[in-house]
């Protein structure tokens, strides 16, 4: 189960464009959950994202937030 800090970091990369750290703890949380993955732009940059699992779960949790 995810942690509330949990859940806003991954809300975070839905709805911003600041960078998040890498070794922040709950992005480690959400890359142990496989809710975000790190990739290799270029030699020396590196950019989270999210996986298929953690657009699918954003996407699960707005449509429990509508009425």
Same mark, same amino acid.
């Given at each position: /189960?995810?942690?509330?800090?949990?859940?806003?970091?991954? /809300?975070?990369?839905?709805?911003?464009?600041?960078?998040?750290?890498?070794?922040?703890?709950? &992005?480690?949380?959400?890359?142990?959950?496989?809710?975000?993955? &790190? #990739?290799?732009? %270029?030699?020396?940059?590196?950019?989270? %994202?999210?996986?298929? %699992? !953690? #657009?699918?779960?954003?996407? #699960?949790? %707005? /449509?429990? !937030?509508?009425?």
């Amino acid at each position: /189960m995810l942690s509330h800090h949990e859940l806003a970091t991954l /809300m975070l990369f839905r709805d911003t464009e600041r960078r998040i750290e890498p070794l922040d703890p709950d &992005v480690l949380a959400l890359r142990r959950y496989a809710l975000v993955e &790190v #990739r290799q732009r %270029q030699a020396d940059e590196t950019t989270l %994202q999210l996986t298929r %699992q !953690g #657009r699918e779960l954003l996407a #699960r949790l %707005q /449509m429990g !937030g509508k009425a």
